[in-house]
């Protein structure tokens, strides 16, 4: 069963990521953050196997979001889903996440690409 | 190719400063309307895996065509978040295979050539220092386009390239239907009228990705098209010999 840390702000497509890992049988939602800050602070705390993040938050630049998680949660893999493209975290921070998803991505798609990021 | 006496040509070329207002433009609209499409796409999903039985026959194909539309928006998500990509993406040139390229966009587009039952006739390709990542984008937005523009069952494709002193010039035809003067002259304009209406059409802004890409290779591109019909979209690539 592979763990994700939801970080997304706006409230109905949080709602809607829990409702779609938690109808996968192989992903639960091990907790929510809406804002960089909490993300960074769920993540030293819960350990998830996946942090599922959207750039563009409030709080800290997403960049300082991936390399944060990376420092707090080493094992955690990062996959990105948002309406930027990678561009939006430079290459730096781009090369340390597991995968960057738009967020028009289909389900299958997106259930697949978190378990095999939390399977390493 | 169909070649007539009087082809149509136009050469594409955008102004920096429009291109990078048009970037910022579809970075943010990409980010707008992608949460909101990937909303109601991700419910029509969970609807069709939970209720699937009691929606029955007619609830499924009202079903079918919600997804269809939603579908449809998000291909215009997609193409302007590439635009905007494209745009930012860093420019990496090293050798590359042309034909792996044209292999990786193909592969990409397997479904749709498939459901059209097109043949993509591939034409020897040169070795050329170009980046590797926007050149397959560069062959998956040509051969969309291409296959946006013809009919299903008795489309043709043709993919080419030439390496010459001063660079490279790659070439992709279709005998789809001809373009008119003003559509081949706007070929290259973002949101330009696509060739064709189906799903493949997208935002209309295939070609001018591909006009992108070809401009940060210090490259450019051009369109004929002819009177009986068929379109040749040519890349030219400085420097990639």
Not at chain 1, 40 to 65: E, F, H, K, N
Not at chain 1, 81 to 98: K, M
Not at chain 2, 10 to 26: I, V, W
Not at chain 2, 63 to 70: K, P, Q, S, T, V
């Amino acid at each position: 069963m592979t763990g994700v840390l939801v970080c997304e702000d706006a409230p109905d497509m949080r709602a809607l990521l829990r409702d779609v890992l938690d109808a996968d049988p192989g992903l639960r939602v091990v907790g929510e953050a809406h804002d960089g800050s909490a993300a960074l602070r769920l993540a030293g705390q819960l350990q998830p196997d996946v942090v599922l993040l959207d750039i563009g938050m409030p709080g800290p630049p997403s960049r300082d979001v991936v390399e944060g998680v990376r420092r707090v949660a080493p094992s955690a893999a990062i996959v990105v889903l948002s309406g930027y493209g990678p561009d939006r975290l430079g290459p730096e921070a781009s090369d340390q996440v597991a995968a960057h998803l738009p967020k028009t991505t289909d389900l299958a798609t997106l259930r697949r690409t978190l378990r095999e990021a939390g399977a390493g | 190719m169909i070649r007539t006496a009087a082809p149509i040509r136009h050469e594409g070329h955008a102004r920096p400063d429009d291109a990078q207002a048009l970037n910022a433009f579809a970075a943010r609209a990409a980010h707008s309307l992608g949460t909101g499409v990937g909303l109601a796409a991700g419910y029509a999903a969970l609807l069709r895996e939970s209720s699937a039985e009691r929606l029955g026959a007619e609830g499924l194909a009202a079903l079918d065509g919600l997804e269809g539309g939603l579908d449809r928006v998000r291909l215009f998500v997609e193409d302007l978040l590439e635009l905007a990509v494209v745009e930012a993406a860093p420019v990496h040139r090293a050798p590359v295979r042309v034909d792996a390229a044209v292999a990786a966009a193909i592969d990409s587009l397997a479904e749709p050539i498939a459901e059209a039952g097109v043949g993509v006739e591939i034409g020897p390709l040169p070795d050329i220092v170009a980046d590797a990542g926007l050149l397959e984008r560069l062959f998956r937005h040509l051969l969309r386009g291409a296959l946006a523009a013809i009919e299903p069952g008795s489309g043709r494709i043709a993919v080419s390239g030439t390496r010459h002193p001063g660079g490279a010039r790659l070439q992709v035809t279709d005998n789809g239907p001809a373009l008119a003067a003003v559509d081949v002259h706007s070929l290259f304009e973002p949101f330009a009228l696509p060739r064709g209406s189906g799903r493949l059409a997208g935002a209309g802004v295939s070609m001018a990705i591909c006009r992108r890409i070809a401009e940060r290779h210090g490259g450019s591109t051009s369109a004929h098209s002819h009177r009986r019909g068929g379109c040749a979209v040519a890349v030219l690539l400085p420097g990639a010999a």
